[in-house]
Nanobody, 122 residues
């Protein structure tokens, strides 16, 4: 399984970015796909998740109303649309895939991709 995250970069506070995660190597029909982030000196934390089938979503309280997770099944890609970015959102963002028994809120996932850096200037 490969998960390739992209779309990070430098943005001013209040700006927007869209991250993409291209997934390959297996079918993800029953899987959960998620975004996580890790800021310097902090533990990795859950950001958002989506069920590949059915598209139900879950968000960390800190990003609700600002971030939107979505997926494009023909392209096998998961997106994270980030709006109203704050300096506190600055981190390396990772995408991950988990089997039906996984727990995105507890960062218990089966496959992890390499991260993409998001830098927010104030």
């Amino acid at each position: 399984v490969q998960l390739q995250a992209s779309g990070g970069g430098l943005v001013q506070a209040g700006g927007s970015l869209r991250l993409s995660c291209a997934a390959s190597g297996r079918t993800f029909d029953t899987y959960k796909l998620g975004w996580f982030r890790q800021a310097p000196g902090k533990e990795r934390e859950f950001v958002a998740s989506i069920r590949w089938s059915g598209s139900s979503t879950d968000y960390a309280e800190s990003v609700k109303g600002r971030f939107t997770i979505s997926r494009d099944t023909p392209k096998n890609t998961v997106y994270l649309e980030m709006n109203s970015l704050e300096p506190e959102d600055m981190a390396v963002y990772y995408c991950a895939a988990g089997s039906p028994g996984s727990s995105p809120r507890n960062s218990v996932m089966d496959y992890w991709g390499k991260g993409t850096q998001v830098t927010v200037s104030s």
